[in-house]
């Protein structure tokens, strides 16, 4: 572990994972982002005879992976569409001659009859399947390609195959067992819980000028910015720009070799926000990205639990802020029920879409609702979210919610919540008198409340499945089940109380913010050399060292390879190869 990782021992259940896998045993491994998965599947190939084959869905996580792991020296390969035919021979001549420790493929190539046969021919030390959730129909990224993959255990009989993923709630970690055909692979679950990450959710009213005030709490540092469509992702990032931000914009749509070249910006330098669709971000290894924003609500809580995980890789204080409205509720519904899925697919999806909007309405601890829905149940408040921060105010909200029920019975459950607001208002528009509706018994009974706070009632009766949006209707609003005991008043009811935008209070002290004057010098002197570095290879510079890295040579100050050994992430290949680099940085730095 310390001679190839640098690291000077194992986080939680590695080294049990690593030990039943090298014993031939299979695993399905949960582990959040930034908890070591790779380390689990990585270590048993070295230590296993023959290659370790990676299952990994995309041509970038594989580049990265790769460049890592030459960096520690080990000897990696990819195989993917990216390479040309003299690449793609090379690495199939190294696979056949031994001399490969971890191969990475895409699924799709994996299962085809000539790679197949490949394998047949040379030793294999594991497979492992990364990202597994991409296997499962219930999963937020389904890839039908993984289905193929079950056969692997039958075609190599005794070669122990581990599943992993950072994101898989109770129903999809079956799927992941059953489809992979694992039945008795031992299950390792890991807490879903990133302590280091501080979560805000906020109402959605100026989503820029929100994001802006976001964005000035986290000057200089890197960070992504998620938006719903490939129009608001461009008109962001040139608003941003506009301001003075360095944001690049990243969707499926740009030409491929722009969506690279902002790709490897973001991945390589500092101080980028990348604005982009959930086109980007699977796998991403950036350990820095100090924040992940939201401007549109995603499709569910395990997406939002799996972006919200880029943030904060290396374990240092980072932020999240998602806004939504009422439109983001309207508008994920309808995209499920417009969707072609299967009945029972759009179900669960829709349950998965709940789940979201329960965190985002609740008064409770925002980290709890996430991790219940997970099957976790910390013993207390976490004190690490907007709502722990600063307490949520509710009040009851019965009457409210009876009289905007009403509103919607006598309007014919027709109309949609601008409608339905004027009625209570009492606002005489042509439509409400052309309907006939300023002659209701609800017309004007509720001025006790403004525009905005019945906007946030119809939200939060919405939320709460007590109220339904019929999308094939133009988004009019109408009664459920759970309306009856709310109009007989035999049930009450408790809305939370909007506010205004939280002011983060998020612990935003990095080990590097508490360098003193001196230490930070030397710091900056490792920074410029290992970016001098990192463009000499065309890497990105967190493949070379972690900041964590050079913060504690910048502490320790080693003076011999023999004293670097000791550092964190200086393993015996980085020291032989930049060893000689850093103590001359180091000693540069601490000559000022």
Avoid at 120 to 145: K, M, N, T, Y
Avoid at 213 to 218: E, Y
Avoid at 320 to 342: E, F, K, N, S, W
Wanted: glycine share 8%; charged share 25%; aromatic share 6%.
């Amino acid at each position: 572990m310390h001679v190839v990782f640098g690291h000077g021992g194992f986080r939680g259940q590695q080294a049990e994972i690593v030990s039943h896998v090298i014993a031939g045993g299979d695993a399905i491994v949960l582990m959040p982002t930034g908890g070591g998965k790779s380390v689990c599947y990585q270590l048993p190939a070295l230590a296993r005879p023959g290659v370790g084959i990676v299952v990994s869905p995309l041509i970038a996580l594989m580049r990265n992976q790769v460049e890592a792991l030459r960096q520690l020296g080990v000897r990696a390969a990819a195989l993917n569409s990216s390479l040309d035919a003299a690449e793609r021979s090379r690495v199939r001549a190294d696979l056949r001659g031994g001399r490969l420790d971890l191969l990475y493929v895409a699924p799709e190539r994996l299962v085809s009859p000539d790679f197949l046969a490949l394998l047949d021919e040379v030793p294999i030390a594991l497979f492992a399947i990364d990202e597994a959730h991409c296997i499962s129909q219930w999963g937020h990224d389904f890839r039908p390609e993984y289905m193929q993959l079950a056969a692997l255990g039958t075609r190599f009989p005794g070669v122990p195959r581990i599943a992993l993923t950072a994101t898989a709630d109770p129903q999809t970690r079956e799927d992941i067992r059953r489809r992979l055909d694992l039945g008795v692979a031992r299950l390792f679950l890991a807490s879903f819980d990133r302590p280091n990450i501080f979560y805000n959710i906020a109402l959605k009213s100026e989503p820029k000028k929100q994001l802006l005030a976001f964005l000035k709490t986290h000057p200089g540092e890197s960070g992504i910015v998620y938006c719903l469509s490939r129009a608001t992702v461009e008109e962001t990032a040139a608003w941003l720009r506009a301001q003075g931000i360095n944001a690049l914009a990243y969707h499926a749509g740009l030409d491929a070799g722009m969506r690279n070249r902002h790709q490897d910006a973001f991945l390589a330098e500092d101080g980028i926000v990348l604005v982009a669709t959930i086109a980007f971000g699977m796998g991403i290894d950036k350990p820095d990205v100090r924040f992940v924003a939201h401007v549109d609500l995603p499709s569910s809580l395990e997406a939002f639990y799996q972006e919200t995980g880029r943030a904060g890789r290396d374990g240092q204080p980072a932020e999240t802020l998602l806004l939504y409205g009422l439109h983001d509720v309207t508008l994920r519904g309808r995209m499920i029920d417009q969707g072609d899925a299967p009945d029972e697919v759009k179900r669960v999806e829709r349950s998965k879409l709940d789940a979201l909007l329960g965190v985002c309405e609740t008064a409770a601890c925002r980290r709890r609702a996430i991790l219940a829905h997970f099957g976790e149940t910390p013993p207390v408040a976490c004190g690490h979210c907007d709502n722990c921060a600063t307490a949520v105010e509710t009040w009851d909200g019965t009457v409210a919610a009876r009289k905007a029920l009403s509103a919607m019975l006598r309007t014919g459950q027709r109309f949609g919540v601008g409608h339905l607001t004027d009625v209570l208002l009492g606002v005489a528009t042509e439509k409400i008198v052309r309907f006939g509706h300023d002659k209701l018994p609800t017309f004007g009974v509720g001025t006790e409340l403004d525009r905005k706070a019945w906007a946030s009632v119809f939200r939060q009766l919405v939320v709460g499945g007590i109220v339904a949006v019929d999308h094939a209707a133009f988004g009019a609003l109408c009664t459920t089940p759970l309306s009856g005991p709310i109009l007989r008043g035999t049930e009450t009811l408790r809305f939370r109380r909007d506010r205004p935008n939280p002011k983060s209070t998020a612990l935003k002290t990095t080990d590097r913010a508490a360098l003193d004057p001196a230490t930070e010098t030397i710091f900056e002197a490792l920074r410029a050399r290992r970016k001098h570095l990192a463009l000499e290879q065309g890497v990105p510079a967190y493949v070379i060292f972690h900041d964590s890295t050079l913060v504690a040579l910048a502490r320790s100050r080693p003076r011999s390879r023999a004293e670097l050994e000791a550092i964190p992430g200086m393993g015996r290949s980085k020291i032989e190869r930049y060893g000689d680099e850093v103590l001359a940085a180091l000693a540069q730095g601490t000559a000022k």
